[in-house]
């Protein structure tokens, strides 16, 4: 099984991730736990790009969409469908839904070019997404008790409603894969939450 987590800045994702990955593992499970961008040592670098603020050269928005693509074709190739193959349950932190909601929904990029890129790059879609939705101000106070911010971080609070409102039109066009949990509520209450699907 693919499982992919879902959400805007700061609603708990990699809480609850590290929460299922345990429960599965105690199952006797064979779990692989990953993220994007990233997930390879290839498609870290990518992501490093990608979050890292550069005050000298705005990433155009085009840019950003293809190395998201650059970065989940390697981790696809490398890490997401090897383990599938072998049996293994993937738990992966953001997948395509991420470009939607954020190139698409956020960006204003048009959803043809995400189209063309998932036609083409994306062999495998997740069985199952958690959704993870807060309101925008939690999360962004999360995000900015963590530290520095990343590139995404420092966008604006509208940027963020821009996104969320990416993430509920998904959640209405694929009722049966992307599942909504309030992500308000307590670690352990969201994880409870997350338990009724399994
Ligand atoms: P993370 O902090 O949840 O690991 O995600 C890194 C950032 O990358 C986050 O701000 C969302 C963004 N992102 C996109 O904009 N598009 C994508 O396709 C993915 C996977 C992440």
């Given at each position: 099984m693919f499982i992919s987590f879902e959400g805007t800045e700061g609603v708990g994702k990699t809480t609850l991730i590290r929460k299922i990955?345990?429960?599965?593992?105690?199952?006797?499970?064979?779990?692989?736990?990953?993220?994007?961008?990233?997930?390879?040592?290839?498609?870290?670098?990518i992501r490093a790009l990608l979050l890292s603020v550069n005050h000298e050269e705005k990433m155009c928005n085009d840019t950003e969409l293809l190395l998201m693509y650059a970065a989940r074709a390697q981790h696809l190739s490398q890490v997401i469908l090897p383990a599938l193959e072998a049996g293994k349950t993937v738990l992966c932190d953001r997948f395509t839904d991420a470009s939607f909601a954020y190139q698409c929904a956020g960006r204003g990029l048009s959803e043809d070019k995400l189209l063309l890129l998932n036609a083409n790059f994306v062999s495998r879609m997740p069985d199952f997404t958690f959704w993870l939705d807060a309101p925008i101000e939690?999360?962004?106070?999360?995000?900015?008790?963590?530290?520095?911010?990343?590139?995404?971080?420092?966008?604006?609070?509208?940027?963020f409603e821009k996104v969320r409102?990416?993430?509920?039109?998904?959640?209405?066009r694929h009722p049966e894969r992307v599942k909504r949990l309030d992500a308000s509520q307590s670690p352990e209450q969201v994880f409870e939450q997350a338990l009724t699907y399994f």
């Open positions: 990955y345990d429960h599965f593992i105690a199952q006797g499970q064979d779990v692989v736990l990953t993220r994007e961008p990233g997930g390879t040592p290839m498609a870290e670098q939690i999360g962004m106070n999360r995000a900015r008790a963590r530290g520095e911010l990343d590139r995404f971080e420092q966008e604006k609070v509208t940027f409102a990416g993430y509920e039109t998904l959640s209405v």
